[in-house]
C-alpha cells in the first residue's frame, strides 16, 4: 500500500515538472509569435505584441478565482480543468490560420518611416487576428490557474520542508529552460518572415503542447493528489480584522510584482521584435526572424542560470541584498544597451534552418540586454520574499494578489512595444530603466515593515 502511494506520487511529481515546463512554453509563445502579426501588419510591434497582452490580461481576472478554486474544488481539479482550458486555447490560436484570413474587421491607416521618408500605408485588421487573441486570452487562464497550482502540489507532494523545496527548484529549472526553448523553436520554425507567414508555421509546436496537455489530463485524473486546503463543511471560518493592502510593504511588493514581470517578458520580447526586423538590425532577411529567437533563447537560459546561483548562496546571502544587486546591475545593462552604437556588432550563437546553430553577427546592445536574464532569474523570488514578510494569516490572500498583478507582463510590455513604434526600439528600454529603478528603491526602503503592530496571528 505504501509503495503504491510512492509510485502515485512519483507520477504526480513528474507530471508536474511538465506542467511546470508548461507554464513558460504557453507563456514565452505569444512575443515571438507576435512578429508573424507584427510583420503582417506593416511591422506595427502593439498589433504583435497584442496576444502577450490578452495572455498576461487573464491574470487580472483569474488570479483571485483560481486561489478560491483551490480551497473549493482542490488542486487536483484545478489542474485538470486548467489543462483542458490550455488545451483549448492552443486549438483556438491554431485555428487562426484557417478561418477569417481575409475577412477584414477594420482598417488602420497611417504612415511610416522608410528611409527617412513618410510612405501612407492602410493596415487591414483580419478576423483571424481576434481569433488568435482569444486563443491567447484562454490560454491566460490556463497558465494562471497552473502558477496556483503547481508550487504548492510540489512542496505537498514532497512533504514540504526541504524536500519539498528541492522539487519545486527542479521544476523552476524545467520552466527556464522551457523557456529558453520555446522561442528558439518558433524562430527556426518561422524562418523567413514574411507577410504570407501564418500560424500554421509553428503548428507543430501547438499540437505537442495540446498532446502534453492531453496525456497530463488522462495522468492526473487517475493520480491521487493531497488537499489539505480545501474548506471543510461546518469547519470554522477565520476571521480577517484587516487585508494585505493594510501593510505598506507588502502593497509597494504588489505594485513591485506588476513591474518586474513587465521588466520580465519586455527584455527579451522587444529584442525579439528588434531583431526580426532586419531592415533596423542589420541581419539577412532569411535569417533574421530564427536569429531574434536563438539570441533571446539566451536571455530565457541565463534566467535559469541566475536561478541556480541563487538557489545556492541564498543561505548567505540575504533576499534583500540579492534584490539590490540584480536591480543595480539591470540598469547598468540596459543602459549600455541604449548608448552603444546600432552598428557596433558582437557574435552571438544564432540558428538558420539552413546552417543549423552558428555564430551570428548581432548589435552589440542584444548582448546586453540577453545578460539581463541573469538579473530577472532572481526578482521574482526576492520581491515575494520581501512583500510577504510579517503577513501571518494575510499571506494567502497577499498570493492571490500577487497572481493578479502578474498581468504587469502584458501592459507595461504593450506600452513598451508603443514607444518602440513611436521612437525606436532602443528609445523603448527607457521605461524599462525607470521600472528597474522602482524595484531598486524598493529593495532598499519600501520592502521594511513599518506596520508591525496589526495582529497577524
Known sequence: MVQQKQNGNLVAIVTMFFLFAMIS??????APIGTIWGYKFEGNSVLGMMGNMMNFLAYLFMGIPAGNLLVKIGYKKTALWAMAIGAIGLAVQYLSSLIGTDTTVFTLSGEIDKDGVLTPISIAVTLNYFIYLLGAFICGFCVCMLNTVVNPMLNLLGGGGNRGNQLIQTGGALNSLSGTLTPLFVGALIGSLTKSTTMSAVAPLLWIAIGIFVVSFIIISFVSIPEPHMHKAGAPTEKFEHSPWNFRHTTLGVIGIFIYVGIEIGIPGTLNFYLADYEVSGLDKSTASSIAGAVVAIYWLLMLVGRSLSSIISSKVSTRAQLITVASVAILLVLVAIFVPSDVRVSMPGYSAGSGFTMAEVP???????????CTSVMWGGIFNLAVEGLGKYTAQASGIFMMMVVGGGILP??????????????SYW???????????????????????????
Not at 512554453?25 to 505569444?30: D, E, P
Not at 521605461?431 to 497577524?456: E, R, T
Open 25 to 30: 512554453f504557453v507563456t514565452n509563445l505569444a
Open 364 to 374: 552589440m546592445s542584444a548582448m546586453f540586454l540577453v545578460l539581463c536574464g541573469l
Open 414 to 427: 504593450l506600452v513598451q512595444s508603443w514607444i518602440s513604434d513611436a521612437a525606436g526600439y532602443m528609445s
Open 431 to 457: 521605461l524599462i530603466i525607470v521600472c528597474l529603478a522602482y524595484l531598486l528603491f524598493y529593495a532598499l526602503v519600501g520592502c521594511k515593515n513599518v506596520n508591525k503592530d496589526i495582529p497577524v496571528d
